[in-house]
């Protein structure tokens, strides 16, 4: 069986190439799809993050907002800027850049964006949505990975999926769109007992436990196809790729697999939430 890279900078190109058209087509009527970014005060990662959602918007002609706010911002000053971004016709897309300092309470932040602007399906009414088979917007990371798979033909029917984390924005949402897709899911998490043997039983494994080269080749079955959502401190993801990918059929890199992919469905999130406004 030839081993594939799943290559995800071609995946963003497919979608960014279908946006061109929409977004010219918004244009011509007078609208600029519009995103806007909240960052909470100053964690060197999530600036990164904010600035290449930034340069994407731009390259696209997306109008991309940065709201910076302090890292003494407490949660309810937070609260009332997303109100008022909520209430801005404007702006079609509010992104709160995750994690947001201990001493604000995220989830109620979160539950705050307005359902028709929560692009990065971060609500609990979006993510209930998503579960259910009919939310507009997924979690971008999860919506990413459905892609990939898509778009490289990888049938996801009748397949056992180890997903390896639980996190609302991305192991949970991940094993619901999989779920509803039909494949047969196992959900791992850091009291998982036994992941090695779970893993060994896995035709799709999804890494997605925030830990630097965390799964092990020899944890995988041979041809297993293996999506890591993990990017770590040095250009890392959650698999170790060198021995993963001796016994992968199919295997996303880091960076290069998963990111740009999230990044893109964003950017078609964005554009959706404005066509849904106006059309």
């Known amino acids: 069986m030839e081993k594939i890279i799943l290559d995800g900078n071609v995946v963003a190109q497919e979608i960014r190439d279908g946006l061109k058209t929409r977004i010219e087509a918004l244009k011509d009527n007078g ?3 519009c995103l806007v970014t909240i960052l909470v ?3 060197p990662a999530s600036e990164t993050y904010v600035r290449m959602k930034g340069n994407a918007c731009k390259r696209l002609g997306i109008n991309s907002i940065r709201v910076h706010l302090p ?3 407490s949660t309810s000053e937070l609260v009332k800027t997303i109100k008022e971004l909520n209430n801005d016709n404007s702006v079609h897309g509010i992104l709160l850049q995750h994690p947001v300092p201990s001493h604000i309470d995220e989830r109620a932040a979160f539950e705050t964006i307005d359902i028709r602007k929560d692009v990065d399906g971060v609500t609990s009414a979006g993510y209930g949505q998503t579960a259910l088979g009919f939310g507009e917007y997924p979690s971008c990371t999860p919506g990413a990975i459905m892609k990939i798979l898509e778009y490289y033909k990888i049938q996801i029917d009748g397949k056992h999926t180890v997903v390896v984390g639980r996190s609302p924005i991305l192991g949970k949402p ?10 047969t899911v196992t959900t791992c998490h850091s009291r998982t007992s036994n992941l090695p043997e779970i893993l060994k039983q896995a035709d799709i494994v999804v890494a997605a436990v925030g830990k630097p080269k965390f799964i092990k080749g020899s944890w995988l079955k041979e041809g297993s196809i ?8 040095g250009n890392v993801g959650d698999v170790d790729y060198t021995s993963c990918y001796e016994v992968a059929g199919a295997i996303t890199p880091v960076p290069g697999g998963v990111g740009p ?9 964005t554009v959706e939430s404005t066509e849904r406004f106006y059309v």
């Open 31 to 33: 609208i600029i799809p």
């Open 174 to 183: 991940v094993s619901a769109l999989l779920l509803n897709a039909n494949a």
């Open 226 to 233: 293996v999506l890591d959502a993990g990017y770590n401190k």
């Open 71 to 73: 890292e003494e911002t």
């Open 41 to 43: 005060g100053d964690n």
């Open 261 to 269: 992919v999230t990044i893109a469905t964003l950017m078609k999130h």
